[in-house]
């Protein structure tokens, strides 16, 4: 086990598994949210989320990593760019479904089930 | 007055030196790292608790705004700008979509959650997730050097002009697509 | 090597910093703070004398003499008169609104307004921050005001507010593609998105004014729009929706909006002068004498619009956007494309 004094030592240290880290618990807390929420524009903004915390690690993986060139960056880019498309997509949908069956829950959303 | 002068400067210079033995400036970027974090985690936190959708949106604003001056903490300056400009309007229109889906006087209950037994079923799936993800970030061997890789605005455009042109005109034409997709989508398609 | 007269001053304060304290690093970190009050104080500043020439503006133009009792025979004391009567008002907390985002709603809105000073070249190298985005950085930051807004309108749990608050949204997003397009051109013929480099290509070539006449005018237009001014103040319309997200707000927080608003003119007109003004370039005078010139021109440019142009419709407005800015927008850098490449061939 490493002593109190070393792990501050590394917390104070802002390197690539601090970003790792803090991707991962926002991806997690996205994912929780998946899960958990019943309103469908909730669960668009945890999509969101999840997307965001996949950018920091693409990111932080091209700050830290010997990289050549920007590569990481133009991926989070074209990442950002799709997740516009999703939530043009999604929220375009949301308003169909409010407009068709006056519900954003997504429970009630079981019309193809048997 | 010059001596008092003269011992105030070897205070400050005192005081500046014993800073920096301590490890100020790795304190320092430690510091504003783990405010943003903070306020990012904080954000995501609000918007999966919150009960009102709006409070929610607002999270997630605070929460995107936190990511992108991380971006510009590691030398992503245009991919910053491009987060507040690209997730301040998005943020915008979510808000009204949601004020427009929900009835007024249900706004403090807007967002609500599934039961007991479901919240705690995806907590242990989610902290499954994140262990994994932690153990894999703590214990991979990275080989970490950070390079200086210049001006990030030419080396962008340069890359994705050169080696990226193919996915950077599908996503061009995805964006075309999604939005007259979504034009379509909300106005209804005229039957006759 | 020839400095403005900002940068000398700046030079002084640095010498008497550097005679208390002698540390370089702190001396260094205090300057930046002065940097920031300097800027601040300036946004103060010139919002008591806009709120005092927007009146004779407006006086002027509708041939009336304007204020003219408080502070001897052309009003000069008016901005102090206002400014007590907003700090004395009661200030109404509307029922049923939402307390945390309602209050919130005016502080937020003065952040980015003040945020986007510290990219502004005032003089030779007088910039906060002159960082490599310094442009798209600025546009970004701007486009944060929108949010404040619609929480206003949200939380005031008033219909004019949430009526304001929703056009808000509608308008200064449909107005930011324009905006950012026809900048695209200003940019292009820089090769840089530096706020420092701009001003320095004008002065080596010509005024962008001169070579991109389009993008100027759609930067004018879209730069009202976006700061809810006449014709575009369909945001605060009062003879629609009263006041928009404001209705509900007194006293000081309604003040914090109007110091934005004032905030908002002085950055746009700031705006106009670095991208297509020469910045503080120009003969015999000082750098900070003609920059201060330039951008009096256009707040007085931009207070003539608001006196003499009618309101627009909301539909009206929002289908100009989109169906005749943003293709103008669009056509203006394929031109300045092509007016590169023929420029480079030729040379």
Redesign the interface.
Known sequence: MISFVEMMHL???????????????????????L?????I??V???I??ML?AV??NF??F??????????G??M???S???A??????G??????I??DHHT??V?DLNHLKG | MNDL?LS??RL??MG?TMAEEL?TP??I??AV?YVF?GI??LG??G??LGR???????C??A???G?GC??IF?????????????????????????????RRED?AH?????SIP??L???V???M??LA??A???MSP??????D?G???T??AD??LT??VL??EI?AV??L???I???I??K?VDES | MHNGILLTAAGWIRDILT?????E??VNILMTLVGIGAIISVILTSAIVFTYAERKVCAFMQVRIGPNRVGGRFGLLQPVADMLKLMSKEDIIPNGC?RV?WSLSPMLLFVPSALIYSFFPFDDGAILAD???GL??L???S??A??PF??GG?ASNSKYA?IGG?RT?AQM?SY?APMAFSLIGVVMLTG??KMSAIVEAQATHTWFVLLQPIAFVIYLITATAETNRTPFDLVEDESEIVAGPFTEYSGMRWALFFLAEYANLLSISILTTTLFLGGWHGPVLPGAVWFWLKVLVMIFVFMWFRWTFPRTRIDQMLSFSWKVLLPLALVNMLLTGVGIYLYQSLC
Do not use: W
């Open positions: 917390a104070l240290h802002v390197g690539l598994p601090h970003f790792l880290l803090l991707s991962a618990v926002l991806f997690a807390i996205g994912l929780f949210g899960f958990t929420k019943k309103g524009i909730a668009l903004m945890c969101e989320l965001n950018n920091i990111i932080a091209n700050h830290y990593m010997p990289a050549t060139d920007l590569s960056q133009l989070a880019l074209f950002i760019a799709v516009a498309a999703e939530v043009a997509i929220l375009a949908l949301a308003f169909r409010y407009h954003v829950n429970d | 002068i105030l400067h400050i210079d500046m490890g790795e304190i970027l430690a790292f974090a990012s985690v995501a936190l918007v999966v009102n959708i709006v409070h929610s949106a607002l997630l604003t929460s995107f705004i990511i991380l971006y590691l030398s992503a300056d245009f991919l910053g700008a491009v987060q507040f400009l690209v997730y301040g309007g998005a943020v915008a229109i979510l808000i009204v979509m949601a004020i427009m889906l929900t706004m807007s967002n609500p959650s599934r479901h919240q079923a995806a907590l799936v989610a902290g997730f994140l993800m932690a894999v970030a703590l990275f080989q970490t050097a950070p390079a890789i001006d990030t605005v080396g962008i890359l994705m080696k990226y996915p950077f996503v995805l964006l697509i999604a939005m997709g979504a034009i989508l909300a209804g | 005679f208390l304290f002698g540390n690093l702190l939402d985002v960082v490599n985005v798209f950085l546009l970004a930051i486009s944060q929108v949010l619609l929480m949200y949430m929703m949204v997003l930011e840089s998105m």
